[in-house]
Structure formats: structure tokens, C-alpha cells
């Protein structure tokens, strides 16, 4: 059974920073390319950021926060991170981690077959 829980969510001032981390059970992680996305009240989910499989040489971004957000991942520990800096109120948004067993880079939902549970990000203007 596939489980991706993520955490680290919160309340966070403008320009703050918050690490979210998403720890997989259930697949060979290491063989798993890992996505962030975000979904805001009255709005679509959205991709945010992807990590390649095995060493994670190859990340994708979306252009909204490419220099503010950093994906890596820690295969030994089975776990992606997202670190996310300099935060802005439009950051706020539920956040879910994906997992898909594929050697590309996927950036849409559709491509993802399993989520987590989101954890709440709030950014505070």
C-alpha cells in the first residue's frame, strides 16, 4: 500500500521560509520521480516542483517560484523536500506531494499516480 504524508506546513510571515517534507512508504522510492503542487481556495491544483528518480540530478520548476523554492531528495530516508523561501501571500495554498514511477519529469496532475494528504502553507502579508 502507497503512503506519501506530508508535513511541515504552516503560518509564516511574508518573506519567511518553510521546509515540507513528504515520506513515502509502500514503493521502491528511489525508482519514483516526486512533485510538489498546490492547490488555493477556488482554484485548480497547480504544479509547483518535480525531482527526477534515482539521484534527482534533474529538477523542474514552476516559473512562479523558480529562485524561491528548492526540491532535493533524500533516498535513504525515502523522503522529498521542499524548501521555500522568501514567501509571499500568494504562496498560500494547500500543499500534496505525488509520486509516479517514471524516468521523465512529469508537471501535470494527470501524470502522478499516487498523492499525499496536503499540509496547509499560509503565508501573512
Known amino acids: 500500500q502507497v503512503q506519501l504524508v506530508e508535513s511541515g506546513g504552516g503560518l509564516v510571515q511574508a518573506g519567511g521560509s518553510l521546509r515540507l517534507s513528504c515520506a513515502a512508504s509502500?514503493?521502491?522510492?528511489?525508482?519514483?520521480?516526486m512533485g510538489w503542487f498546490r492547490q488555493a481556495p477556488g482554484k485548480e491544483r497547480e504544479f509547483v516542483a518535480a525531482?527526477?528518480?534515482?539521484?534527482?540530478?534533474?529538477?523542474n520548476y514552476a516559473d512562479s517560484v523558480k529562485g524561491r523554492f528548492t526540491i532535493s531528495r533524500d533516498n535513504g530516508k525515502n523522503t522529498v523536500y521542499l524548501q521555500m523561501n522568501s514567501l509571499r501571500p500568494e504562496d498560500t495554498a494547500v500543499y500534496y506531494c505525488?509520486?509516479?514511477?517514471?524516468?521523465?519529469?512529469?508537471?501535470?496532475?494527470?501524470?502522478?499516480?499516487?498523492w499525499g494528504q496536503g499540509t496547509q502553507v499560509t503565508v501573512s502579508s
Open positions: 505525488a509520486a509516479q514511477s517514471t524516468v521523465g519529469l512529469p508537471s501535470r496532475t494527470y501524470e502522478y499516480d499516487y
Open positions: 509502500g514503493v521502491t522510492f528511489v525508482t519514483y520521480a
Open positions: 525531482i527526477r528518480a534515482w539521484s534527482g540530478g534533474r529538477t
